[in-house]
């Protein structure tokens, strides 16, 4: 018999969002956390006595036992090959593996090979073609940047001249630069979305709990794409066996092809899913968390997390991952401007005031200015509620988004709404005429 893995007591995360947020606050349950370069909301003790840590230093210069990286820039960019070389337990993908976020042609390249059934697409870097199987497709439109965007390089449209449009400004480099040098144009799919993170520990699968999150900046999707407005969980359409169909549809056939092509994936595999009428097709796989819908789903996790991610790091995954019955929403609450241009440097007001323990603030783009909380990001906080339905972690979470304040701060008012069964958030009761 081999050793048992060393325990893990100390996890660097890697990330200031408020994904990291969240792994850092459940990773903390049965961890010291460290986390870089994080941000002011993070740094405390948690409730079960463990202390998670801000610093600045690069990750190579941390002591870990396990390294959990957040976004997709630093994976694409190979930071998990680095550590790894160095010794490290990883929980992330290598390059090769990252290139299926990297870039979408190739993300595409791999379903194709699996059979996973996805949009129909082409990927160009010439103006006329693009536009000649763009006519060719009967509507809505979609045109995505093939290089890394932060989930708002994507143009979904009803209408074909907007469509022609953004092709020739993205293949120009006007709009998203060299990231948008190569574009994918899509068939557009109609249905209801489902967010399915599945950890991957090279050889075997285990899903996380569904969750489906808010991409349109305004209520009733509209406006452009953001990284996503509000997210909850659990879906009641998406069932356990459902969830397991998913992942025998649209994940597992990957696992054969990265295998193919040497690729040691371990980490999470983020398949974005369109539930269709003609059964379920995939959006988009991503190879991080996604955020927010982390923000609803980890805090739901009925186990110790950080020895779940040790076994995907060490590729001995055996745990089948419960979640607890609580429903979780999240509402983000953003800077005026975002997607485009957010503003930033506004004091943010009103933290203090939220004293629900259902309700837990992660913290996105924040920063402290002269001893002052101010807004540093696009998205600013993820206001996450937990309760027994979906209607009453809805109801908290904008309850205590309601208390919260900057100049010009955006959130939608809709978040999870249908699923709650329609009542309005708390302060738009009134009636209007
Ligand atoms: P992506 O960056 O590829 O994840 O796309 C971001 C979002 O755009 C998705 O979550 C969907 O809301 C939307 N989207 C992307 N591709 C399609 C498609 N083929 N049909 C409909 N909506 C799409
Ligand atoms: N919420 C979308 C994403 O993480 O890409």
Redesign the pocket.
């Known amino acids: 018999m081999t050793a048992a893995p060393p325990h893990v007591v100390r996890v660097c995360v890697v990330g200031s969002g408020g994904r990291e947020h969240a792994l850092a606050a459940v990773l903390g349950r049965t961890a010291d956390v460290v986390v870089t370069p994080g941000n002011p909301g993070m740094a405390g003790t948690t409730p079960e006595g463990h202390t998670i840590t801000v610093t600045a230093e690069p990750p190579e210069a941390i002591e870990a036992d396990l390294y959990v990286i957040g976004p997709e820039a630093p994976l694409v960019d190979g930071l998990a090959d680095r550590l790894r070389a160095a010794g490290r337990r990883v929980f992330g993908p290598g390059a090769d593996g990252a290139r299926i976020e990297g870039s979408?042609a190739f993300m595409k390249e791999l379903l194709a090979e699996a059979g996973v059934p996805?949009?129909r697409?082409g990927s160009f870097d010439e103006v006329g073609p693009a536009l000649d199987f763009l006519r060719s497709l009967p509507g809505?439109w979609?045109v995505?940047t093939d290089g890394l965007?932060a989930?708002?390089?994507?143009l979904?449209t009803d209408s074909l001249a907007e469509a022609e449009a953004d092709v020739a400004a993205k293949l120009s480099g006007s709009s998203f630069g060299d990231a948008g040098r190569t574009v994918?144009v899509?068939?557009?799919?109609?249905g209801e979305?489902c967010?399915l993170l599945v950890l991957c520990d090279g050889t075997r699968l285990a899903p996380l709990a569904p969750a489906r999150?808010f991409?349109?900046v305004g209520d009733g999707d509209t406006g452009p794409?953001t990284g996503g407005m509000g997210s909850y969980s659990p879906l009641a359409e998406v069932d356990d066996a459902l969830v397991d169909r998913l992942v025998d549809e649209a994940v597992a056939p990957l696992l054969p092809v990265l295998a193919a092509r040497g690729i040691d994936y371990r980490g999470v595999l983020y398949a974005?899913l369109?539930l269709t009428d003609s059964g379920p097709?995939v959006?988009?796989f991503?190879v991080r968390f996604g955020d927010p819908e982390t923000q609803v789903v980890l805090p739901r996790y009925d186990g110790d997390l950080t020895a779940l991610l040790a076994e995907v790091a060490d590729g001995r995954l055996t745990t089948r991952p419960r979640f607890v019955d609580d429903a979780a929403v999240c509402v983000v609450a953003a800077a005026p401007g975002y997607p485009e241009v957010p503003r930033t440097g506004d004091p943010i007001d009103g933290l203090d005031a939220v004293d629900d323990p259902a309700v837990r603030i992660f913290h996105a783009g924040t920063r402290m200015d002269g001893g002052r909380l101010v807004t540093a990001g696009g998205r600013v906080l993820g206001i996450t509620a937990l309760a027994p339905t979906v209607a009453e972690a809805r109801r908290r979470a904008y309850a205590a988004t309601e208390r919260i304040s900057w100049p010009g701060m955006v959130h939608r008012t809709d978040i999870a709404e249908r699923a709650a069964g329609g009542a309005a958030p708390t302060h738009r009761e009134e009636t209007v005429g």
Do not use: C, Q, W, Y
């Open positions: 979408k996805t949009a697409f809505p979609v995505k965007a989930g708002k390089g994507v979904v994918v899509e068939e557009g799919l109609i979305e967010s999150d991409k349109r794409n974005g369109m097709k959006l988009e991503n």
